[in-house]
């Protein structure tokens, strides 16, 4: 079983960057392909950013440019470094670790981005 927990989350003023953390335990981190999601109120969980476990990236087209995914599997982290923020991106930003073995979805508890001046 493997936990997710984030940290990073906070209030910023747009233009403004933050960086999330997610730090995972109970698992080799290796073998996990690991994401960024966030859902705003009323609307649906969506993709940010994916970072394979040869840290092969995709974005999801509003944060192309603006966002970058990494990670340090020695330390079992990733982060999300959150450039020019914009009203839109504020949301509750959830970790995800997909087991490449079992397909398994693990997810963390969630950290509240809020952007507003």
């Known amino acids: 079983q493997v936990q997710l927990v984030e940290s990073g989350g906070g209030l910023v003023q747009p233009g403004g960057s933050l960086r999330l953390s997610c730090v995972a335990s109970?698992?080799?981190?290796?073998?996990?392909?690991m994401g960024w999601y966030r859902q705003a109120p009323g609307k649906q969980r969506e993709l940010v950013a994916h970072?394979?476990?040869?840290?092969?990236?995709k974005y999801a087209d509003s944060v192309k440019g603006r966002f970058t995914i990494s990670r340090d599997n020695a330390k079992n982290t990733v982060w999300l470094q959150m450039n020019s923020l914009k009203p839109d991106d504020t949301a509750v930003y959830y970790c995800?670790?997909?087991?490449?073995?079992?397909?398994?979805?693990?997810w963390g508890q969630g950290t509240q981005i809020t952007v507003s001046s």
């Open positions: 995800n670790a997909r087991s490449q073995i079992t397909g398994n979805d693990y």
């Open positions: 970072i394979t476990s040869n840290s092969r990236t």
């Open positions: 109970g698992g080799t981190s290796s073998i996990y392909d």
